[in-house]
């Protein structure tokens, strides 16, 4: 996401609670980087950042999908700080997604990447369509986002996007 606002030359404000990520996050802005421009790195996850009201032009997210991705065992985690699903989705996703809300523009758009999760999370797409609809988003499109591994077939992800 960095490097994409970076070529294309728009200002950036990103939140991870990883402190490695940030790191290299601060040397892509510190080698690629673009005098002109604003980058904007908060390590707190975006469940806790607020943005100002209706500030942002666009939002662009892709939830850890509870525990099956962990990307460090610092305790800012998500998996970590949420213990169960059902905290998970309400204290994570739903704070994420509030905050997009709340700083995104008026008729503004939110990208969100999710998937189920077989046998562990399998109503995440469904959950979060319906946590953001409750929030006030409208669904507008559905991208699929095809994934390759080389343990398996390809995967398809949805990119939900939602505008204000």
């Known amino acids: 996401r960095l490097l994409a606002s970076i070529k294309s030359n728009i200002n950036y404000i990103g939140t ?11 040397e892509m802005i510190t080698t690629f980087g673009r ?14 950042y607020k943005p100002k009201k209706n500030s942002l032009d666009f939002c662009f997210t892709s939830p850890p999908y509870f525990d099956t991705e ?10 970590l700080k ?9 204290g994570f996703l739903r704070k994420t997604i509030d905050n997009c809300y709340r700083g995104l523009k008026p008729n503004k758009f939110l990208a969100l990447n ?29 991208f699929d986002l095809i994934l390759s591994s080389q343990q398996s077939d390809s995967k398809d992800e949805p990119i939900f996007i939602f505008k204000k």
């Open 70 to 79: 962990r990307y460090s065992n610092e305790k800012t985690q998500s998996y």
């Open 82 to 90: 949420f213990s169960n699903i059902e905290n998970w989705k309400e």
């Open 16 to 26: 991870d609670p990883n402190t490695k990520t940030m790191k290299g996050l601060k």
């Open 35 to 48: 005098e002109a421009r604003t980058y904007e790195l908060l390590t707190i996850g975006s469940e806790v």
């Open 114 to 142: 999710v998937a189920n999760v077989e046998g562990q999370y399998e109503n995440m797409k469904k959950d979060t369509v319906d946590i953001a609809e409750s929030v006030g988003f409208k669904l507008v499109d559905t």
